[in-house]
């Protein structure tokens, strides 16, 4: 049966007697008060999800594999954007849905992964470009209702996420669409008219949006423009921002909402794929980053980054104030890849023993050299200034006058300190650097 396609804002207006005119012009503010976004900023790691049909394909199609230069457009890892970039009819793929089958998914698995993890909030593509949705949508068919599956997958996640005290949100694709006939396509496809994209945000992305504040409260919502020729004007930036803040007085916005000009009413700024910034930033902001090249599982992209590695991009986006929002990309039959699992444990052991120098700190404003990060956060002790060593070193400078004990968070053993002027000279023990773990330094302020 059909689904109800009448956006659930305008039901609102059936009932109260208003017009679309006037739901626009409600006085509701588009920016949230500052305190909101707190628990972001000290939130520092979160997990990003991107599963969906294409993950069946796994990044292969008609003995073709991402990346596959012999398509105009082929030469990408993302297995996300199979259908485009390896050209699969669109009969197809939409006939995926079919197949679509994860009876080994286990919300409270993953939720408890991400937790052990350190990790403090979850992201899940609810909606990627190909328009499918993970939920029991009302808007539309192309849903996960109509898979074998037939269960909706967000609502028994978000109550993981209650479970384990993990904040949650969704990636929701706003402005491309493939399935939907006036919805916005890649920048080679055909370029979707003014009207024909305003019937698509009327008719399913706004009213999907809604449905998603209305059924699951998030905390947050991340949507996905880049530095292309969009459909989001600064109107419609703002008319997506009035809808959620009409419904939602806690939930964040993040700064690909439109990219190239997110305006001054988004909570956080969002970097591009795998970017990290130079320089802080005026507002909280995040890297969506992946483990390996792809975000939605891949079966042959081989190339998983350490732990190690992924380690040093947490602390030197915790020591200019950003967050990390590290993307795992499920099987279809909703199994974790166990590459992703065994990172996700390592990762979680360091911040079990070092998580004092990442949460809730702060960054310490002190230029370091090379290799050397810092954060600093104030505690029952005092003021503390915390190092985070990536290299081996003999000693390391600190521009900046440390008086109180300096000791190796971990172990607890004592370093030597010498204060020559208004600098720290610290000596590391000889023994200090074992492995390619990075090392934590604990000094009183």
Same mark, same amino acid.
């Given at each position: 049966m059909r689904k109800l396609v009448i956006p659930l804002l305008l039901l609102g207006l059936i009932f109260t007697g208003c017009s679309d005119k006037q739901i626009t012009q409600r006085e509701v503010s588009l920016k949230?008060?500052?305190?909101?976004?707190?628990?972001?900023?000290e939130a520092k790691f979160g997990m990003f999800i991107h599963w969906g049909l294409y993950s069946i394909l796994e990044g292969s199609y008609n003995g073709h594999t991402m990346p596959d230069t012999s398509f105009a457009n082929g030469n990408s890892w993302y297995a996300e954007w199979i259908k485009p970039r390896l050209e699969v009819p669109d009969d197809v793929y939409n006939a995926l849905a079919g197949q679509f089958n994860p009876v080994n998914y286990d919300p409270d698995s993953w939720v408890r992964e991400a937790k052990n993890a350190g990790m403090k909030y979850l992201v899940i593509t609810s909606k990627h470009h190909d328009g499918f949705a993970l939920w029991d949508s009302e808007v539309s068919d192309f849903d996960i209702m109509n898979t074998p599956y037939g269960k909706d997958l967000i609502a028994p996640l978000v109550e993981a996420c209650k479970k384990y005290g993990l904040k949650y949100g969704f990636y929701y694709s706003?402005?491309?669409?493939?399935?939907?006939?006036?919805?916005?396509?890649p920048r080679w496809c055909e370029w979707r008219d003014d009207e024909a994209f305003e019937r698509y945000w009327q008719r399913k992305s706004l009213p999907q949006v809604q449905e998603l504040i209305e059924k699951f409260d998030p905390d947050l919502l991340w949507f996905d423009t880049w530095d292309w020729k969009t459909h989001i004007t600064p109107e419609r930036r703002d008319e997506l921002i009035r809808l959620v803040r009409t419904y939602s007085d806690k939930c964040l916005i993040n700064g690909r909402?439109?990219?190239?000009?997110?305006?001054?009413n988004i909570d956080f700024l969002e970097m591009h794929d795998n970017?990290?910034?130079?320089?802080?930033?005026?507002?909280p902001w995040q890297t969506p980053a992946t483990m390996q090249n792809s975000w939605a +599982?891949?079966? !042959?992209? +081989?190339?998983? !980054?350490p732990a190690s590695r992924m380690l040093r991009y947490l602390v030197n986006n915790t020591s200019m104030g950003g967050n990390y929002l590290l993307n795992v990309g499920p099987k279809a039959d909703g199994t974790l890849p166990a590459p992703a699992v065994r990172r996700l444990r390592e990762m979680g052991a360091w911040l079990d023993v070092n998580g004092e120098a990442v949460f809730g700190s702060e960054p310490s404003g002190l230029a370091m050299p090379d290799g050397v990060y810092s954060t600093r956060k104030e505690t029952s002790e005092g003021k503390n200034l915390y190092l985070f060593l990536t290299r081996p070193m003999a000693s390391v400078t600190v521009p900046a006058v440390l008086s109180g004990e300096c000791k190796v968070v971990e172990t607890g053993q004592p370093v030597e300190m010498t204060v020559v002027e208004d600098e720290t000279e610290i000596t590391l023990p000889e023994n200090l650097f074992k492995d390619d773990s990075i090392i934590v330094l604990k000094c009183r302020l």
């Open positions: 949230l008060p500052e305190e909101k976004s707190e628990w972001f900023k706003h402005w491309q669409d493939w399935e939907d006939p006036d919805g916005a396509l909402i439109c990219y190239e000009n997110p305006g001054d970017s990290y910034p130079k320089e802080m930033l005026s507002k +599982y891949h079966g !042959k992209d +081989y190339n998983w !980054k």
